[in-house]
Structure formats: C-alpha cells, structure tokens
C-alpha cells in the first residue's frame, strides 16, 4: 500500500465533556476532514484505533462506559514512507459508546447533548465508523444508533469486530447468513468489514478504505 496512516503522528487534542465547548470546537472547522467511531461500549472501539493509530492512543478497557467523553485527535498520513506535509491534518473522534443501562439519568442527558451536538454539527467531510460486535451484532441500541445515523447525511462503514472469538462452526455459520440480511438492511451503509482488532485481521483494509476517503474528500475541498 503506497499510503498509510503516520502514526507517529498520531496527537491527542481535545477530550470535550462540554456540549458548548465542543460546539466551539465545530464551529471554528467546519471543513474539518476525518472520522469517528462509535459503537457499544467494549466491542472494541479503543482497541480498534490503537491498531490504526497507534497502540495505545485510546484507553482500552475492561469497565464498560467509563468514556463520556468525545475525544479529538488530529493525524497525518504518509506515503511511500513520507509524511505528506503539504496535505492539512486529518482529525478522528473517539465518541462515547452507547447502550449500557447502568448511566445515571444526568449523565445520559448530557450523553445526548453531546452526541447531537455532534452530529448536527460535524463537518461532513467526516466517516462515521460504527463498531459492533460480530458475536451479537445488530443489538436494540445498535439499531437505534442506526436510526439516528440515517437521519444525517454521512458516509458509513460497519465494522463486525471481535471475528477471532467465533470459533464454533454455528458461530461463524450465523454471522455467515446474517451477511446477506445485514447488507440489505443497512444499504444505505457505504461499506462492511469484518475485523478482528486483537489479531488485526481486516485492519489493512479498513485503513485503505480509510485513506481513500479522507483522500477524496480533501480533492473535493479543493475543487470548490
Ligand atoms: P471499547 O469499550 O469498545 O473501547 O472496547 P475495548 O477496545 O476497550 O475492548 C474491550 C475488550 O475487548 C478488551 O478486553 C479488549 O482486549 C477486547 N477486544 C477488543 N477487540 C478484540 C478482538 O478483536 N478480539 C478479541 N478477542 N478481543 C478484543
């Protein structure tokens, strides 16, 4: 692969708990070009960036919801081993996980101030990458993360992680006949991978595809 993520360059920027802070934030690049990721809570979001970023730029964890916040890292990309100066940075955003009933009421409130200040007001050059996991996938709260998503008008990808845990024939033989049905029901989902984070499978072709976005979105800046 001719380019790929520096990870290297991989910075910590902002953690954002704040909906007026991180509306700040959005309004001051509205031509910001990245991702996000989001899924419910341990199917593996921080250990999926660590694997494209760098280890261990996102907290892994056993505790599930202990992120409530958004997290803003910026990055560059490199190619034929060259870090491409002349390209402007790229951001990627760590967003809380959803799904887990044991939040307090305040804290959901502010969970769902920050998500829809987010997504109102992200810039859409911005891949939205949704993690789930390939053993029990397409959960309630997935579909309602689902719903909410297609209200917006981003580019998605589905990532099934966790694919080295399948190990019984009926495992993989069930998310086998859930392909078909998955891909119908999220057509209007740009592109599914099925990854394994922990044995990086499927990871160089999420970057790849990664790359190619945040490509075609700085060539479509440009043009205009
Ligand atoms: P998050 O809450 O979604 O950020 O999930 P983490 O990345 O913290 O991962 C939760 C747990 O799942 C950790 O114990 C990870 O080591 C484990 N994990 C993450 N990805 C994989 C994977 O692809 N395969 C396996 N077997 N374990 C994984």
């Known amino acids: 692969m001719a380019f790929e993520i520096a990870r290297e360059t991989s910075t910590f920027r902002y953690g954002m708990s704040n909906p007026e802070q ?5 309004k001051e690049n509205p031509h910001a070009i990245g991702l996000s990721f989001v899924g419910r809570s341990n199917v593996g979001k921080s250990s999926t960036i660590n694997s494209l970023f760098g280890n261990k730029i996102a907290k892994t964890s056993k505790t599930p919801g ?43 409130k502010n969970w769902e101030a920050l998500m829809s200040t987010f ?65 119908k029901e999220f057509k209007w989902v740009r592109q599914i991978y099925f990854t394994s984070a922990e044995k990086k499978n499927g990871i160089d072709q999420v970057e790849e595809a990664i790359i190619s976005y945040l490509l075609r979105q700085r060539d479509l800046l440009e043009s205009m």
């Open 66 to 108: 202990r992120t409530r916040e958004i997290n803003i890292f910026s990055f560059k990309i490199k190619s034929d081993g060259k870090i491409l100066e002349e390209i402007p940075e790229f951001f990627f955003y760590d967003l809380p996980g959803y799904g887990h009933a044991e939040v307090s009421k305040e804290m959901s």
């Open 119 to 183: 997504f109102g007001s992200i810039s859409l050059h911005t891949l939205m990458v949704n993690i789930q996991d390939a053993r029990h996938p397409n959960q309630k709260s997935d579909q309602e993360f689902h719903h909410f998503l297609k209200g917006f008008n981003f580019e998605t990808f589905l990532l099934f992680n966790k694919i080295d845990k399948l190990k019984t024939q009926k495992e993989r033989s069930a998310l086998n006949k859930l392909k078909p049905i998955l891909s």
């Open 22 to 26: 991180l509306q700040e934030w959005l």
